[in-house]
């Protein structure tokens, strides 16, 4: 065989080849969008509807609307996300329905690719003990973490069940694992874990740069007191961020009114108002 015929038929090859991955990418994504169409309509088992009522007080605030809308998220991600018990826990539909709820709260009102790097979430029974290994400078500490949950970039979401139970009891500590885990998730979307999600406009930036900078040197610099947001949103802009997003959703009147700025920031990207809610 010619070697320039040869060419030819490498190059037909390779364009039947793209051809071939266009179209299965295409059919994929099409036929993902007609079963989120699907489940998005699906109507809410009872058992369900118990369990949010239940074990997540924030729901029980929302309209009408935006409850119908919550459920079809809540079909979505149990769809797509995989849950594991660890250390002997036993997944049930209280723990994915109590997890699934919360975690779309984020996604409501909002055009969002669904958690997009999450595929597990990792369920501990109780609060559990992690290995930590963290870099200051030249120097490497390891040592011994309580933890009530944790968000991997790429990875899973862990979980401790006990925190989650004991965090959607009170609606009004500002503290609630899984809307601070899933809130890194939403941060971490575009690679990096820096307090900035991804915003609708690149103009967006700028203001969520000069208002949350800001907000997380006040809490830094914030000695003693009462304040509305957990100290430990002080640790990095990442922890601000999520921490910030527990506040919005829990401690909604306090913020809007010690953080007007802030809440207006977050107010914008999540699209929910929750101070309309109380
Ligand atoms: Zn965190």
Known sequence: MEVGYKKVIIVKLAIAAVGLILTFLIVK??????????????????????????????????PDAMKRQLQ??????????????????????EIKVTIAAQASMLLLNRKTPYFPKLHTILVYPHTYVADIVSSNGAVQISGRSIRLGESWQNGPVVLAWDSVKGGTVNITDGRNVVL??????????????????ILEHRARYVTWASILSKEY???????????????????NPAEFFAVATETFFEKAKQMKKKHPE?????????????????
């Open 262 to 278: 802030l809440y207006d920031e977050l107010k914008d990207y999540y699209k929910l108002d929750p101070v309309e809610w109380q």
């Open 72 to 93: 079809g998220l809540v079909h979505i991600f149990i769809a797509e996300k995989t849950f594991e018990g660890c250390g002997g826990l036993e997944i049930t539909d």
């Open 29 to 62: 994504r099409a036929s993902r969008s007609v079963r989120r169409k699907r489940l998005l309509a699906s109507p809410f088992p009872a058992e369900w509807e118990q369990i949010v009522e239940e074990n997540v007080p924030l729901y029980n605030r929302l």
């Open 217 to 235: 040197e006040a809490l830094q610099k914030k000695k003693g007191g009462r304040a509305v947001m957990n100290k430990y949103g002080a640790t």
């Open 180 to 197: 601070h885990e899933f809130s890194h998730q939403l941060d971490q979307e575009d690679g990096i874990a820096d307090g900035a999600p």
